[in-house]
């Protein structure tokens, strides 16, 4: 039973880290982005073949894999994205879902359609187990490092988002840009930062989750629900909603497979359905700020 657990933890840990990214596109910046699992993917793919071709140690791919996602972000949100900010929802859902194939059919096409490989080293792909019978935990060396790595950037995420000029200077620009920009502040480059970070983000997720999560061209589709879902239940306007949600995910995603195998993803949509009917606008919603 605590084996489940501590491993939907550090499953919905995971899926935090590549979700926040979204939250934060889609609820500061109110710019829908169906596209965001494509800069996990390229996270990923950074990762595997660094290691790979070049046999890049795996904790100098991490780095690489958030500032080549990071760096993708920022010169598609110069181009691509910030024409489209003030464009209806519909216009932006169909721009990131295309943006999204054209990712899939690109990496199938240079890289391949088959799951990529990869081989973790040696210190982290041991185990620990403590206590013994049926209140026995066991601790993968990997998922524990995976919730280490993911608690450190919350705590760093959460103090930039609310105790820094950036943090302040991001809330006010999304709260209301025309008098953001009469103080002085360059929306634009709060935007792009933003958007930059965020797209680090998922590249790092998908960095973390090639092993657990495996990585192959369609990565970007099988797991934009799950991006959305903790989205939508965690709500849009602080980090703090969607880390419960994706722990609630992870955790109900683990246990169900686990025990009861036959009902797939029905747990995880049931409690999707009911946590909106219980609170529709998601479970933290930031007072103040636009809607």
């Not at 960095?207 to 239940?233: E, Q, R, W």
Request: net charge positive; with cysteine; hydrophobic share 55%.
């Amino acid at each position: 039973m605590l084996t489940i657990l501590f491993d939907g933890i550090a499953y919905g840990m995971l899926l935090f880290i590549l979700a926040v990214g979204l939250a934060v596109t889609m609820g500061l910046m109110n710019f829908i982005n169906l596209a965001h699992g494509a800069f996990a993917m390229v996270g990923g793919y950074i990762t595997v073949l660094l290691m790979q071709r070049l046999d890049v140690p795996f904790l100098l791919c991490l780095p690489a894999a958030f500032l080549g996602a990071a760096l993708l972000g920022a010169v598609l949100e110069r181009t691509l994205y910030r024409p489209l900010y003030h464009k209806p929802h519909l216009d932006q859902v169909l721009f990131s879902i295309g943006l999204t194939f054209m990712a899939v059919a690109a990496v199938d096409y240079f890289v391949g359609s088959t799951q990529q490989i990869l081989q973790l080293p040696e210190w982290l792909k041991g185990r620990t187990e403590l206590g013994e019978g049926a209140w026995m935990l066991g601790m993968g060396h990997y998922r524990l490092f995976i919730i280490a790595v993911c608690a450190a950037l919350t705590v760093a995420l959460q103090y930039i988002l609310t105790k820094t000029r950036f943090g302040s200077r991001l809330r006010a620009s999304v709260d209301d840009q025309r008098v953001a920009a009469g103080l002085g502040i360059n929306v634009n480059v709060v935007f792009l930062s933003t958007f930059a970070v965020g797209s680090g983000l998922a590249g790092l997720g998908g960095a973390l989750g090639a092993d657990v999560l495996g990585m192959d061209p369609t990565f970007p589709l099988k797991f934009m629900i799950y991006f959305l879902i903790v989205v939508a239940v965690g709500g849009t306007s602080s980090i703090t909603g969607p880390l419960l949600a994706a722990l609630l995910l992870g955790i109900a995603d683990v246990a169900g497979k686990y025990y009861i195998p036959k009902l797939g993803a029905f747990i995880v949509y049931s409690l999707m359905i009911v946590i909106l009917v219980w609170r529709p606008q998601g479970l933290f919603v930031r007072k103040g700020g636009k809607s």
